[in-house]
């Protein structure tokens, strides 16, 4: 059996996911500085949208942080395990032909 295809698919998936990752947090920071409006419909239904895909592992991760003073590292930390299961599927299951 060629696992190849399913390596890639996940790495796949890991790439979109940390893609979706980065724009709800440069999202978040737009809202924050008062750049983006959250009172507009398109803007709130993306941003509610986001948020139900990464705030659940997002949350997850948090339990386990210290409270860092209003600093939130958790999807640095998310992002970096990603990458790193991404590089852990490549080293050990991919089988160059």
């Known amino acids: 059996m060629n696992i190849n295809p399913i390596i890639i698919l996940i790495s ?3 790439y979109l996911y940390n893609l979706v990752l980065i724009i709800y947090i440069i999202g978040e920071w ?3 500085f008062n750049i983006l409006n959250r009172n507009n419909k ?3 239904k993306i941003m509610y949208s986001l948020s ?6 997002l949350n997850k991760i948090r339990e386990f942080m210290p409270d ?6 958790s999807p640095i930390i998310l992002i ?3 990458n790193f299961v991404k ?3 490549f080293t050990y299951f991919y089988v160059i032909k």
């Not at 860092?68 to 590292?73: K, P």
């Open 30 to 32: 737009l809202i924050n």
């Open 42 to 44: 398109y803007i709130n």
């Open 68 to 73: 860092l003073g209003g600093l939130d590292i």
């Open 87 to 89: 590089n852990i599927l």
């Open 80 to 82: 970096l395990l990603l």
């Open 52 to 57: 139900k895909i990464t705030d659940p592992v």
């Open 12 to 14: 796949e998936i890991i």
